[in-house]
């Protein structure tokens, strides 16, 4: 069974870190570039951060550039994402999603999505 699952979120300060971690079973990562997407309560969703394949492209949100970084183990067929400097606006809930591509895109438009995982960021 074809899975990805979500972990690492949580409630964090503002200025905090968190990482979250997308961990694949029934299919390898190799051949998939990886997405994260986040969806806030009635808002669209959207790109955060993806990765290629081969790890050598990335892209990310004007949003988030700069305090995110995302990197892919595929020896533990797992992409993290690490936030640093949160901020309120960050609160969502976050997928990863994975197709099967070269390239990567903060459009979402994968194949594999997620459950999510809830990142709430209060004081």
């Known amino acids: 069974q074809v899975q990805l699952v979500e972990s690492g979120g949580g409630l964090v300060q503002p200025g905090g870190s968190l990482r979250l971690s997308c961990a694949a079973s029934?299919?390898?990562?190799?051949?998939?570039?990886i997405g994260w997407f986040r969806q806030a309560p009635g808002k669209e969703r959207e790109g955060v951060s993806c990765?290629?394949?081969?790890?050598?492209?990335?892209d990310t949100a004007e949003s988030v550039k700069g305090r995110v970084t995302i990197s892919r183990d595929n020896a533990k067929n797992t992409v993290y994402l690490q936030m640093n400097n949160l901020k309120p606006e960050d609160t969502a809930v976050y997928y990863c999603?994975?197709?099967?591509?070269?390239?990567?895109?903060?459009?979402?438009?994968?194949?594999?999505w997620g459950q999510g995982a809830q990142v709430t960021v209060s004081s």
């Open positions: 999603a994975a197709v099967k591509s070269v390239y990567c895109s903060l459009i979402p438009l994968f194949e594999y």
């Open positions: 029934g299919f390898t990562l190799d051949n998939y570039a």
């Open positions: 990765i290629s394949r081969s790890a050598a492209i990335t």
